[in-house]
Structures are given as structure tokens and as C-alpha cells.
């Protein structure tokens, strides 16, 4: 019999990419969603949709209701702990088998951000929760990239406050297809397991700037900038100051070499290597190069 797999922040990167690995397995998936916006779309793809909030434990027992395995994911905020809590508590209630969760790397109740301490919080209460669990702790995904994708296709540089950090950094599409592999695999497999996954090498962003050129056939460079330009540039976009504060926090562990951790968890799990910043970029290219209208544009300048 088909197992039903919950996934919680159904529209994310990682739970978007999920579903695509898990299209044509036989699951039975159902999508929780807080408002009916986002559920119009994933409906039309012919999921089942719940509309509930982990932030409301009333309004969780339908989404869990019949759910073997639960994918959760707690949006980063200082009540992440909180939304993980509603969410297991709805599903010991439901009696939901498994719960495969999305942490963040080197999480632990020491770590030098915020993050990682509410994460750690999460990961010991799934773990104590009484039922099967795997705990996915990715490293800096590769898709972080995309929001400096106008820059680079506008101007061929970028900007970031890592100096000459180097990271393990991911591609989502790795993390969703190994979380894919745990739900599918029998639950026992990989009950009480904490995976840190990372993609096949660390890497300084002026090492992701080469690549960048290889793959794009145009020059990319990367401008390291101060915490405080970086905060004022987020700042500016509208992103929430506790946002703001933790991306500042990681960069200043990333800068003190925090971040230059690999494993071999991916291809242990995937029977594969991960993908390298270079498939990244080539399969995103389009993201990071000038529209054909902008050329056209230019030429006539």
C-alpha cells in the first residue's frame, strides 16, 4: 500500500525540489500550505493540499491526519521551535510513523548563530519525540547564488560579506533527492540517523566566481563587502532584521573558517556524486546571464 508523504513548506526551494524527486514513486504526497494562493498552484499539479500554519496547532490534525511519513521544515524565525513542536506533537497525535526533518549544518546548542542553536533545540526534541526519525543537516545551498543573479548578469560581479571564506557549499536538488531516498527507503533504514550533507568540495566565492566565467563564457568577479554594507543592501530589499541579523551571524563563522566541512554523505546515499558549482551554474545560466532584449539594448547604446 502507498505510503502518504506530508511535506511542510510545500512552495520552498527544497520542498519544490522534493516534490519533483518524488514524482512517480509510489507515495501518496500532501501538501501543507498556509494560504490558498499557494494552494491553487500545487492543486492544479494534482496534489492534495492542506491549508494549515505551524504557527496554529488547531489547525494541523487535518494535514496530519492519515500521513505515514511527514517532511518537515520550519521556516527560519525565533519561533522555529515553537512550529517544530506544534508539528510533532500534531503528528505523535496522528500517529504519523516517521519524521525525516530539515535542519541546518552543525547545529548544536554551542553553534555561533542563532540558527543553529533553535535547530538544535528541533533536532533533540524530534529525536526524543517516540517515533522513527532522520535528521538532514545541509550545508550553504548552492541556490543562494540566485539572489545575486541580477547583479551578475547585469554587472559580472557580486557581492557578499565572506571575505575569502570557504564553503561545503550544496544544491537543494541534492538535499531534496537524498531526503527522497530516506522516505522511500524503509523506515527503519534510516531511523535515529543525522546526515550532514554538503556538496563535493569547499569552496572561497572567488573559486565560485571562476567558475561562474568558465561556465557563463563571460567574465564574473566576486567584491567581498563589510557586514554592515551587506546589512544595509538587505536592509534595503526589505528583509526582516532577524533575518538580516542571523545571515551576518553565519558570515562571520563562515569567515573563521566555521564552514569548511565536507562529507561523503550524498554519494553514500545517492550512489552518486553531488553536483559540483559548475553543473549549478550551467544548468541556471539563463539566471545569471543579460536578457537578449538588454543585449539588443546594449548594441544600440
Not at 494552494?39 to 494535514?63: E, T
Not at 504519523?96 to 538544535?120: K, Q, T, W
Not at 526534541?125 to 526519525?133: K, S
Request: aromatic share 6%.
Amino acid at each position: 500500500m502507498s505510503r502518504t508523504v506530508l511535506i511542510t513548506g510545500a512552495t520552498g526551494t527544497v520542498s519544490t525540489a522534493l516534490r519533483k524527486a518524488l514524482k512517480g514513486a509510489d507515495v501518496k504526497l500532501r501538501a501543507l500550505v498556509r494560504d490558498e494562493a499557494s494552494a491553487d498552484g500545487l492543486r492544479q499539479q494534482g496534489l492534495d493540499v492542506v491549508i494549515a500554519d505551524l504557527n496554529d496547532p488547531r489547525s494541523l490534525p487535518a494535514a496530519f491526519e492519515g500521513v505515514q511519513d511527514a517532511w518537515l521544515l520550519t521556516p527560519n524565525g525565533p519561533r522555529a521551535p515553537e512550529h517544530n513542536m506544534n508539528a510533532v506533537w500534531a503528528a505523535r497525535q496522528a500517529g504519523v510513523e516517521r519524521i525525516v526533518r530539515l535542519s541546518v549544518v552543525r547545529a548544536a546548542h554551542d553553534a555561533p548563530n542563532r540558527s543553529g542553536r533553535l535547530h538544535a533545540l528541533s533536532d533533540r526534541e524530534t529525536e526524543r519525540c517516540g517515533l522513527r526519525w532522520t535528521i538532514l543537516r545541509p550545508h550553504w545551498f548552492m541556490q543562494n547564488l540566485l539572489n545575486e543573479a541580477s547583479d551578475i548578469a547585469a554587472t559580472g560581479t557580486f557581492s557578499l560579506n565572506m571575505a575569502a571564506a570557504r564553503i561545503g557549499m550544496i544544491d537543494a536538488r541534492d538535499i531534496a533527492e537524498c531526503a527522497a531516498r530516506v522516505l522511500l527507503d524503509d523506515p527503519d533504514r534510516h531511523h535515529g540517523q543525522t546526515y550532514t550533507l554538503t556538496g563535493p568540495r569547499s569552496l572561497t566565492f572567488d573559486e565560485v566566481a571562476h567558475q561562474m566565467s568558465l561556465a557563463l563564457d563571460r567574465s564574473v568577479t566576486y567584491l567581498p563587502v563589510s557586514d554592515d554594507a551587506k546589512r544595509k543592501t538587505l536592509l534595503g530589499y526589505g528583509v526582516p532584521t532577524w533575518i538580516v541579523d542571523m545571515l551576518e551571524e553565519y558570515a562571520q563563522a563562515y569567515v573563521t573558517g566555521w564552514g569548511n566541512v565536507t562529507t561523503d554523505t550524498v554519494a553514500d546515499l545517492l550512489g552518486r556524486p553531488p553536483r559540483d558549482i559548475a553543473d549549478f551554474v550551467r544548468d541556471h545560466a539563463s539566471a545569471f546571464t543579460p536578457a537578449a532584449d538588454d543585449n539588443r539594448n546594449q548594441d544600440r547604446g
